[in-house]
Each structure stands twice: as C-alpha cells, then as structure tokens.
C-alpha cells in the first residue's frame, strides 16, 4: 500500500462519519469528480479536504511559534499571532485548491483530448470499415500512447464490452456520461445513434473528422492572431516601456538630486532590469503557452 493510498484511508476513517451534515452542499463536486478521473468517491474526497487544511496547521503552527520565538524582536504573543494566522492563511488555501482541483483537472483533460479528437476520429473513420467488433476499434485507439487522455477513454469503451460484457451502445454510453469534453462526448453519442438506427458509421465518422480538422484550423488560426496581439503588447509595454523608464530616470539622475534619491533610481533600474523584465517575460510565456490548443 502506498503512502497516498494509506494517507486516504486514514483521512477518510478520521473524518467520514462526521460528513453527513455537510455531504449536500458539495454535491457539485461529484461529476467533477468522475470527469476528473479521480478514482475515489465523493465522501473520500472531501475527507481529504477536510483533513489536509488540519494537518497542514498541526504541521505548520508549531513550526513556526519555534522559529519565531528565536528571531529577535519577537516575543511570545506576536510570535503566536504571527504564526496562527499564517497558519491559517495556508490551510485556507489548502482547501481551495482541494476544492478547485477537480474543475482545474476536468479543464486540463477537456483540453488534451479537444486537441487530437480530430486525428483521433480520423483512425476510427479508417478502422470502423474492418470486419472486426466495434468495440475492438476502441480497444486499439486506446493503445496509442499519443492521444494521451482520449486513449484512457477509449480502454474504458474497450474493457467494458471485453470484460464486462457490456454492449458497445452501453460502454460508450457510460464514458459519454462522464467525459470533460463535450465534443468527444458529441462523437461518442452519434457513434451510438448510427450504431443503433443500423447507419454507416464509416460515413459519419469521415464526416466527424473533417468537421473536427475544420475546426482545428480556425483553433490555430485563433491562436496565431491571440501570439501576434501578445507579441505586440509585450514589445510596446514591456521592452520600450523598459528602455523608457531606464532612459529617463538616467536623465533625473543627472540632475542635481539628492544622494540618496541617486541611490534608489540605480535600485530601482537594477530591480527593472534584473527582476522585472525576467518576470514579465515568465508570465508571458505561461500565458502564451496556456493559450495554445496543444
């Protein structure tokens, strides 16, 4: 058993049986959940959502009344105070981002699996035409490690029909109901349909994959004007913003100013060029990257 799995097991026989009162106003959190491919229930979940923020502040109080107490300037109640509410601070925001994990982990997987949909559909179009069960077509989709969390969606499609028996309409069904991505989901529920009615899914699914490589078109094409405007925004505020703000307090330092107002323009241009601009440029580049449809 693994320290994650014990330290589940633990937080769930400490604080499961006092869930009840509190179970209806995170029923929300549920089918984030099951989207988020977390493989616990809701009750576990929000057993470690109430523990962590606990043990974090059974970890951190003590701690920091230790360190405190030996800085000078520090005596015992401002170093309880101190440490209580920065205590407190990080155990609140230990429980939001236990609440917001689930949603921010659905985002992320709609996300990857928007992004090779259109390649993905293109194998199915290609393998739905073979004499072969439809659910073995899943099956293999599912072994290419490429396609990432479309993959682990199309095994579930492929370990339903094979190890339990279910239909292929009734596994995809079931994956359908709790994917992050509401166009797979789309795909899957049409595959089901032509399934059903006796359709040619062949034709439907070529149709899908051209739709869906339309649409990544118009994704790349969104994100190449979205790179441009950044590139723009950052060249005009932050690199000319940057050698006007140099320039001119290079210019007030000539005048005659006071020594010490000398001394913070040459720490504020040094905190500009060290700090600044290597920041900025960071934020940039995470925004951009977010932004991309990869």
Known sequence: MGL?????????????????SVLP???????????????????????????????????????LLLITSLLPGFDIFLSFMFSLSV???FSIVTFFLFYIYPSLRVSERKRKIDFVLPFATIYLATASGGNAPHYVMFKVLGEFEEFGELSKESLK????????????QEA???????SPSEEFKELLWGISTTLSAGGNLTQYLHEKSVNFM?????TLEKYNASV?????VYLTLVIVGSIFFIVMTAIMGVFG??????????????LVVFFGLPMISMGFIFVIKRMSPK
């Open 4 to 20: 994650e799995e014990s330290y589940k097991r633990w937080a769930y026989s400490v604080f499961s049986p006092h869930l009840d």
């Open 257 to 270: 100013l006071a020594e010490g107002f000398r001394e913070l323009i040459v720490l504020s241009q040094f």
């Open 172 to 178: 995809i069904k079931n994956v359908a109901a709790r």
């Open 87 to 89: 205590s407190l601070f």
């Open 228 to 232: 441009t405007t950044m590139l723009q």
């Open 157 to 168: 499609i492929g370990r339903d029909c094979e190890s339990f028996g279910l239909s292929i």
């Open 214 to 218: 339309q649409d990544y078109r118009r």
């Open 25 to 63: 106003y995170f029923d929300s959190l549920k089918p984030d959940i099951q989207k988020a491919a977390i493989n616990i229930s809701l009750r576990e979940y929000l057993s470690m959502l109430f523990v962590t923020p606990l043990v974090v502040f059974g970890l951190e109080m003590p701690l």
